[in-house]
C-alpha cells in the first residue's frame, strides 16, 4: 500500500513538471514572429520582422501590429515587414490571424528594444570612512542607454593589489569593493577605473590615482562639551574626541536664531578650544569637523550639533515706554504706563520684574514705587502738580538704566496736531498709516508715535494699548503688530516736541465688507412732537471692519412708497436719535441698517410706532402764558388801562351801548355830602362854558327836595328788600341813587334845581376824554327833545326809605374818568311813571341849550 502511494506522488510530480515544460516551451503554439538582424538594435538601425505559422495551421489572413497599430496584412500562412526610425526603447510587435467564421486570433509577439552605446563614467571618485572603513568609489554614468549596460570597479595597487567589483543597470553609480586601506604606506599610489558594457558595445572611465591620505576621511567628531570660566556669559571652552591621526580641526558656531555661520580653523589644538566674544542668554549651536592632513584629503562630516545657552549679563539699553491719562473727577486722574520688553541681545538674562517709579517733582515731591512682572501699570494720581515716571528691567545679574518721561497731556496743543490723518488696507495683515505735519508748529517736531487698540475690546479682555515710534521726516507708518482682518482699530498720531503734545485720531482696518447685520432698535418713544429711536450697537463678530454710518429707515405701514432715512455718523457713545418728520396719527415701520467702506447691512429688526402728538399742545400754552404775561402787565398800569377803554367805547357802535345810566344813580351822586339840603358839588365838574339860554324857562317844583336812597331797575309795586336787586344779586352803595321826595321853597328849590338840571347835563353829556378838573371837555350834545315822553328817566314809584346820609369824602379822590354812553334807544329797564304819592320827574324840566358847549 505504501509502494502504491509512492509511485502516484512520484507520477503526479513528473505530470506536472512535463506540463510546465511544454507551457514554457509552446509559448507561441500557432506561431512564430522573429526580428532580424536582432532583438536589441542602435539608434537608427532597420529591422525586418517576419511572422509564420506552424503544424500546418491554415488562415485567411495574418495580420502585423506594432504597439497594437496595424503595420501589415498578408494572405497565407507567414507575413514579413521592414520597419525603421524605432524610437529610443521598447517596442512591442504583435501577429494575428483571421480564418473563416472566427474571430482574430493572437498568434505570438516580439519586443525590440533600441539603445546606444554607453558613454564614459566620468567624475570617478573614492574613498575610505575612518581607519577601519571600507574603500568605496562613485561615478557619474552619464545618458541612459535604454539596454542592459554592466559597471565593473577595478583597484590596483601596490604588491599587486587588484579589487574588483560589479554592477547591472543605469542605475548603478556606486561600488563599495568592501577591503580597506592602511596608512602603513602613506605615500604609496592607487588606480581605479569603471568600465561600462553592453550589447552595442562598451566604454570605460579614466584612470583615478589617489594615495591613502587623499582619500581616508575621518570619522566626525563627538563627546563635544563645553564650559564657562566663573559664570562668565562671554568666556567659554569648548572640548571633544576624535580619531588619534587627524590633524586638522574646524569648529563652527552661531546663535538658534540665526542663519549664518561663524567659522573658526583649529590647528593641533589637542580637542579643545577657548571662545571670547558670545552673547549673553543666548541659544548657540556648535558643530565641528577634522581632516588627517593640511592639504590633502577630505573634511569629515560635521558632528552632531551642541546647542546651549549662555549665563546672564546684566541688561543694556532702555526700555521703550509710552502712556495714557484719563481724568477722573475735578482733583483725580488715573495714570496707565505701557512699556516693551527688551530685545533678547539688550535683555541678556530671564526679566524677573519692572521697577516703576512714579514722581511728582513741582510740589509736595511725592513718590510712588512698584514692582511687576506685567508691562503696564496703573495709578490714580492728584491732578495738581508735575509728574514724573521711570521704568527699569530687573534680571538676575542686574537692571537697565531707567526710562524717564514727564506726564503731560498728550493733545493739549493744537498746533501741534497732524492733519489729514488716514488709514488704508495694505493687505489682510497691515495697515498704513499716512498724514501731513502739524501747519502752525511753534516748535519742530522730534517724532511722532503712532498709537492702535482696538475700538471694540472684548468683555472679557481689556484692549491691548500698541505703539510705533516715528522719525519726524517721515510722514506715514506700516502697522502689523496684533493687527487682524475685519476688525476696527482707533489709531492715534501723536506729534512730540519740546513745546507740547497733539494728537489726531482715526479708524481704520486691515480688510471690511458689508457688516452682517443691522443694529437692533430697542424703544422708540414719543419726545417733544417727535420720535426718540433708541438701539443696540452691531455686535462686534458682525461689524466686519469699521462702521462709517447708520442708517434709520421709515415708512408708513402698508405703503407701497419708497422709505425714507436718514443717515448718522457712527459714533460707540451714541444710541439713539430723535426724528421730527413723522406726521401724528400715522402708524410707521422704522428699521436700521450700518455702513462700512465695502457696502450696507442687511435690514435690523422693524418697529411699527405711531405718533399721537400729545406734545404739540405744549407751545401753545407756553406762548398764552406770555401772552397773558404782558397783556396783564400792560392793564396793570392805569394810563394804558384807560387808553384801551376809550379805545373800545370809540369804536362800540351805538345800538350796542349799555341802558342808559340814571345820574341819581351814579356812584358819585351818593358819595358827595348834602349840606342844609344841598348837594355840594366840586367845581372840577361845573363847566366853564355854560350855554346861554335862548329860551329861558324857570323850573317850578312846589315840593321839597328831600333826597332819599332809592334802587334802580325796581318797581313802585315790588320793591325788593334793602341790599338786593329785582333778580336777587347784592345791589353795592355803587347803585344807590337819590329821588326827589319834597321840595324846599320856590326860590332856591329854582336855583338849585336848575343847577341840577345843568349837572344832569353835564353828566349826560361827558364824553370818554372827560376828566375832573378839566371842564372844558367836549361834551355830547343832548337834544331838547331828548328825554321821552312815555318814560320816566328816573323811577316812577318809590317807598318811603329811612333817610341815608352818603359818607363825607373827598370828591376829588373818588372822581375817576368814567364812560357814560347815551343811547338814542330807550332802556328796556326803566318802567313807565305811575302814580305813586308825591314825586319829581324829569319831563317837567325843559332844557333850553341845543349844545352844553360848543
Request: glycine share 6%.
Amino acid at each position: 500500500m505504501a509502494l502504491a502511494v509512492r509511485e502516484c506522488t512520484l507520477a503526479l510530480v513528473f505530470i506536472t513538471t512535463w506540463l510546465l515544460i511544454k507551457a514554457n516551451l509552446d509559448v507561441c503554439p500557432e506561431g512564430d514572429v522573429t526580428a532580424m538582424p536582432s532583438q536589441e538594435i542602435s539608434l537608427g538601425s532597420a529591422i525586418n520582422i517576419s511572422c509564420s505559422l506552424k503544424n500546418n495551421i491554415s488562415a485567411t489572413r495574418l495580420i502585423l501590429y506594432k504597439n497594437k497599430k496595424e503595420i501589415a496584412s498578408h494572405r497565407g500562412d507567414s507575413i514579413s515587414a521592414p520597419v525603421t526610425d524605432l524610437p529610443l526603447g521598447k517596442t512591442v510587435f504583435d501577429c494575428k490571424l483571421v480564418s473563416a467564421n472566427t474571430a482574430k486570433r493572437h498568434v505570438c509577439g516580439v519586443e525590440v528594444s533600441v539603445g546606444v552605446v554607453p558613454e564614459q563614467p566620468q567624475n570617478l571618485s573614492c574613498e575610505q570612512k575612518g581607519e577601519n572603513g571600507t574603500v568605496a568609489c562613485m561615478w557619474s554614468p552619464g545618458r541612459d542607454t535604454h539596454l542592459n549596460t554592466n559597471y565593473m570597479l577595478q583597484l590596483n595597487g601596490p604588491k599587486n593589489l587588484t579589487l574588483q567589483k560589479h554592477c547591472n543597470g543605469h542605475y548603478c553609480k556606486r561600488l563599495d569593493l568592501e577591503a580597506s586601506l592602511t596608512p602603513e604606506l602613506p605615500e604609496s599610489m592607487y588606480t581605479a577605473k569603471i568600465t561600462a558594457t553592453n550589447r552595442l558595445g562598451n566604454s570605460s572611465s579614466l584612470l583615478s590615482t589617489f594615495t591613502f591620505s587623499d582619500i581616508v576621511r575621518p570619522l566626525p567628531p563627538w563627546d563635544i562639551r563645553i564650559s564657562f570660566l566663573n559664570a562668565s556669559s562671554s568666556r567659554c571652552t569648548l572640548q571633544w574626541k576624535d580619531e588619534g591621526w587627524v590633524l586638522l580641526n574646524r569648529l563652527r558656531y552661531r546663535p538658534h536664531s540665526s542663519r549664518f555661520w561663524n567659522m573658526v580653523n583649529i590647528t593641533n589644538a589637542q580637542r579643545k578650544h577657548d571662545l571670547l566674544d558670545l552673547k549673553p542668554f543666548t541659544e548657540y549651536e556648535f558643530q565641528i569637523s577634522s581632516k588627517l592632513h593640511l592639504y590633502q584629503g577630505s573634511w569629515s562630516e560635521w558632528s552632531e550639533s551642541l546647542r546651549v545657552q549662555t549665563p546672564e549679563a546684566e541688561p543694556t539699553g532702555t526700555l521703550d515706554v509710552w502712556y495714557t491719562k484719563q481724568y477722573i473727577d475735578y482733583n483725580r486722574q488715573q495714570i496707565s504706563v505701557f512699556w516693551k520688553n527688551l530685545s533678547m541681545s539688550e535683555a541678556r538674562g530671564q526679566m524677573l520684574c519692572y521697577r516703576i517709579t512714579l514722581q511728582e517733582v513741582t510740589g509736595k515731591k511725592i513718590t510712588l514705587q512698584n514692582i511687576t512682572s506685567h508691562t503696564s501699570w496703573t495709578w490714580v494720581i492728584p491732578r495738581n502738580g508735575t509728574w514724573t515716571v521711570a521704568v527699569s528691567a530687573v534680571n538676575s545679574r542686574g537692571s537697565s538704566l531707567p526710562t524717564r518721561i514727564e506726564i503731560t497731556d498728550l493733545c493739549s496743543t493744537g498746533s501741534l496736531t497732524p492733519h489729514k490723518v488716514s488709514a488704508n488696507s495694505e493687505d489682510m495683515k497691515d495697515i498704513v498709516v499716512a498724514w501731513q505735519p502739524p501747519r502752525n508748529a511753534t516748535s519742530a517736531v522730534q517724532e511722532y508715535v503712532v498709537e492702535w487698540k482696538l475700538l471694540h475690546p472684548e468683555a472679557s479682555m481689556q484692549s491691548p494699548l500698541n505703539w510705533l515710534r516715528v522719525p519726524s521726516y517721515n510722514v506715514s507708518a506700516l502697522i502689523s503688530e496684533n493687527i487682524k482682518p475685519y476688525v476696527c482699530y482707533e489709531i492715534r498720531v501723536h506729534a512730540l516736541s519740546e513745546g507740547g503734545r497733539g494728537c489726531s485720531c482715526v479708524h481704520g482696518s486691515s480688510k471690511n465688507k458689508a457688516p452682517l447685520s443691522g443694529p437692533h432698535i430697542n424703544v422708540i418713544t414719543e419726545e417733544s412732537g417727535g420720535a426718540l429711536v433708541s438701539w443696540n450697537h452691531v455686535p462686534v463678530q458682525d461689524q466686519m471692519g469699521c462702521i462709517l454710518h447708520y442708517r434709520i429707515y421709515w415708512k408708513e405701514q402698508d405703503a407701497r412708497s419708497l422709505p425714507e432715512f436718514c443717515e448718522i455718523p457712527y459714533s460707540p457713545s451714541q444710541n439713539s436719535l430723535p426724528i421730527n418728520k413723522l406726521h401724528a396719527r400715522v402708524t410707521y415701520v422704522l428699521w436700521m441698517t450700518a455702513l462700512t467702506a465695502s457696502g450696507e447691512s442687511p435690514p435690523g429688526n422693524e418697529r411699527g410706532f405711531c405718533l399721537q402728538g400729545k406734545g404739540t399742545w405744549k407751545p401753545f400754552v407756553g406762548s398764552s402764558i406770555c401772552i397773558a404775561i404782558v397783556i396783564v402787565g400792560i392793564f396793570s398800569t392805569q394810563y394804558f388801562r384807560q387808553k384801551v377803554f376809550v379805545l373800545l367805547s370809540a369804536l362800540k357802535p351805538q345800538w350796542c351801548s349799555t341802558e342808559i345810566p340814571d345820574p341819581a344813580n351814579s356812584t358819585w351822586a351818593k358819595k358827595y355830602p348834602i349840606v342844609e339840603g344841598r348837594m355840594q358839588l366840586p367845581r372840577d365838574w361845573i363847566p366853564i362854558a355854560w350855554c346861554a339860554p335862548e329860551e329861558p324857562e324857570p323850573l317850578v317844583i312846589n315840593e321839597v327836595l328831600q333826597v332819599t336812597p332809592i334802587f334802580p331797575h325796581s318797581q313802585c309795586t315790588n320793591w325788593p328788600k334793602m341790599g338786593r336787586g329785582v333778580q336777587g344779586h347784592f345791589t353795592s352803595k355803587k347803585h344807590i341813587v337819590y329821588s326827589a321826595s319834597s321840595l324846599p321853597p320856590s326860590r332856591a328849590v329854582t336855583a338849585e334845581t336848575r343847577q341840577l338840571a345843568d349837572l344832569y347835563k353835564v353828566l349826560g353829556s361827558r364824553g370818554p376824554d372827560s376828566r375832573p378838573g378839566n371842564p372844558a371837555s367836549p361834551l355830547t350834545v343832548l337834544p331838547v327833545d331828548y328825554l321821552p315822553n312815555h318814560e320816566g328817566y328816573l323811577p316812577s314809584n318809590v317807598e318811603e326809605l329811612p333817610p341815608q346820609e352818603a359818607p363825607l369824602t373827598d370828591p376829588l379822590e373818588e372822581l375817576e374818568p368814567q364812560h357814560i354812553s347815551l343811547s338814542i334807544f330807550a332802556s328796556r329797564s326803566l318802567h313807565p311813571l305811575t302814580s305813586c304819592g308825591e314825586k319829581l320827574t324829569l319831563d317837567q324840566l325843559k332844557m333850553g341849550c341845543d349844545s352844553l358847549l360848543h
